[in-house]
């Protein structure tokens, strides 16, 4: 079972570059978030989707973009990177009618 | 402030010995996830609960949630280095929804053999 696949794992990039973080959910649930870890921040929501065609905001959207087009995939991106954005993500899924809420094993990102 | 706690945030036990992680908050945990994570990896779901005064357990860790539901406790019985590793706390503190967690800062957890 593949669960909640994120890539890249790991990614540096140049202060204004831009990226996508992708996330690919193969157990077909609704809900999908990215959080990020920072070290003394625990982990924060960026952006969630609870269904195709449907997002919002999380705690921390400021500088991420998402998108929902299909139950299984949800990007994040990055339009114009900063040292700030430099973190580590995570994907998030949940089925509507379920407790269990599983999350990828991270993507790496360093702003320089 | 932080919305939730967790304490200690670090702890350093010897192996074989007992030992309790706590996650407390000022507003209502209508859902609370206890998470592990090892260095470098993704987050493990260990428990989830939901009712006050519930209590669940695997293996050699259980899990409460009080009856106020408002603080839970993780306590692992006679620990072994495989229990290594960062413990988080996650909550639903809006109701309803179950899927936007709040989490703790973390309890990085060294078992020494």
């Known amino acids: 079972n593949a669960g909640v696949t994120q890539t890249p794992k790991f990614q540096v990039l140049k202060t204004g570059q831009s990226m996508t973080l992708q996330c690919a959910q193969d157990m077909n649930h609704e809900y999908m978030s990215w959080y990020r870890q920072d070290p003394g921040m625990g982990l924060r929501l960026i952006h969630y989707?609870?269904?195709?065609?449907?997002?919002d905001q999380g705690e921390v959207p400021n500088g991420y973009n998402v998108s929902r087009s299909t139950t299984e995939d949800f990007p994040l991106r990055l339009l114009s990177a900063a040292p700030s954005q430099t973190s580590v993500y995570f994907c998030?899924?949940?089925?509507?009618?379920?407790?269990?809420?599983?999350f990828g094993e991270g993507s790496w990102l360093t702003v320089v | 402030s932080q919305e939730l706690e967790q304490s200690p945030q670090s702890l350093i036990v010897q192996e074989g010995k007992n030992l309790t992680i706590n996650c407390t908050s000022s507003k209502t945990l209508y859902g609370l996830y206890w998470y592990k994570q090892k260095y470098g990896e993704g987050l493990i779901f260990l428990m989830m609960?939901?009712?006050?005064?519930e209590e669940k357990s695997h293996e050699k860790i259980t899990a409460k949630l009080d009856e106020k539901k408002q603080q839970s406790s993780l306590h692992i019985t006679a620990s072994q280095p495989s229990h290594a590793g960062i413990y988080l706390c996650?909550?639903?503190?809006?109701?309803?929804?179950?899927?936007?967690?709040?989490f703790g800062k973390g309890t990085l957890l060294t078992v020494n053999p």
């Open positions: 609960l939901q009712k006050g005064g």
């Open positions: 996650g909550a639903d503190m809006i109701g309803g929804s179950n899927y936007k967690l709040t």
């Open positions: 998030a899924s949940k089925q509507f009618s379920g407790n269990t809420i599983y």
């Open positions: 989707s609870v269904g195709a065609g449907i997002t």
